[in-house]
């Protein structure tokens, strides 16, 4: 863990997925204007919890990603989002699944975070974020495009963030609109701590996008944890987790992960055709995205 340094890391993620090329500048630019929100925050000092959420905000109210605004559409025709958000402080966690009519499911898992309980789902999850005058947003306004819906079909992409601030503390957050046609209720790995995201100053923070029922089968997220505790580096550590995918979860279950270690490094992996992702370390002069790891080289 660094403590009370200048040092600081951000990484943002749009969704594991395989994109038609006409979505592909949409993508990039919108993990950058997600990671020019956290950025901000993490240069004057804010917290990394901060950090992620205001990224996930962004990417949320973006259509490009099926998160927010741009979910998909259950069995019903009704937009059925989750969420979730981990701080690696106190190793404190809020998250909310199959949650209808809210605007920014991240922001609903924040203000869970004050509370004792970790997981709201379905209408106590809705009646959670009235109560505390969270804003809404009807279906009309959070559905993805018709077009969009079909090409997702089956496809399960999520958005994400992982943060270090200059304190030290991480945290990491992801939020999806789920799979088009899921059955009513379904819940996948995205609002799980162990799941799709962890975060522990001790350890590092990571955050998942993918198969949802394999990545919480597999409690990958715990996984990368474990591999950090025995020295692994960042990036060798996603990939080993997103590797047990298609072994778990047959041929088609994809996915891809973001991470930080506890000592700043920043990794990611994917096997799914594309991962749009974008990054920013104190180290680096400028932000750097990417729509798949081929394109690092
Ligand atoms: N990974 C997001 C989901 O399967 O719901």
Request: aromatic share 2%; with cysteine.
């Amino acid at each position: 863990m660094q403590d009370g340094t200048d040092v600081w890391a951000l990484i943002v993620h749009g969704g594991a997925k395989e994109m038609e090329p006409a979505e592909e500048e949409a993508n990039r630019a919108g993990v950058l204007q997600a990671l020019a929100a956290g950025r901000e925050i993490l240069e004057r000092g804010g917290s990394a919890l901060d950090a992620v959420e205001a990224s996930i905000r962004v990417l949320e109210d973006l259509p490009a990603f099926n998160a927010g605004r741009g979910s998909m559409v259950n069995e019903q025709g009704d937009i059925e989002m989750c969420a979730g958000l981990m701080d690696g402080r106190d190793l404190s966690a809020g998250a909310v699944g199959a949650i209808r009519r809210v605007r920014n499911p991240i922001g609903v898992a924040r203000r869970l975070m004050e509370e004792k309980e970790v997981l709201l789902v379905g209408d106590g999850a809705l009646k959670f974020a009235r109560d505390n005058g969270l804003p809404l947003a009807g279906e009309e306004e959070l559905r993805a495009a018709a077009e969009k819906q079909s090409l997702l079909e089956g496809a399960h992409d999520t958005v994400g963030a992982v943060a270090l601030d200059q304190g030290g503390n991480m945290a990491a957050g992801t939020s999806t609109g789920g799979i088009s046609g899921q059955k009513v209720g379904r819940i996948g790995d995205s609002p799980l701590p162990g799941g799709g995201l962890y975060a522990d100053n001790h350890v590092g923070a990571v955050s998942f996008s993918g198969d949802g029922e394999t990545i919480a089968r597999l409690a990958l997220a715990s996984r990368v944890m474990a591999s950090l505790d025995d020295g692994v580096d960042m990036e060798q550590a996603i990939a080993k987790a997103v590797a047990k995918l298609p072994g778990t979860g047959g041929a088609g279950a994809d996915g891809g992960g973001i991470g930080i270690r506890k000592d700043g490094q920043v990794g990611w992996a994917h096997n799914s055709p594309h991962f749009v992702v974008a990054l920013v370390t104190s180290d680096m002069a400028a932000p750097r995205a990417f729509l798949r790891k081929t394109e690092e080289a």
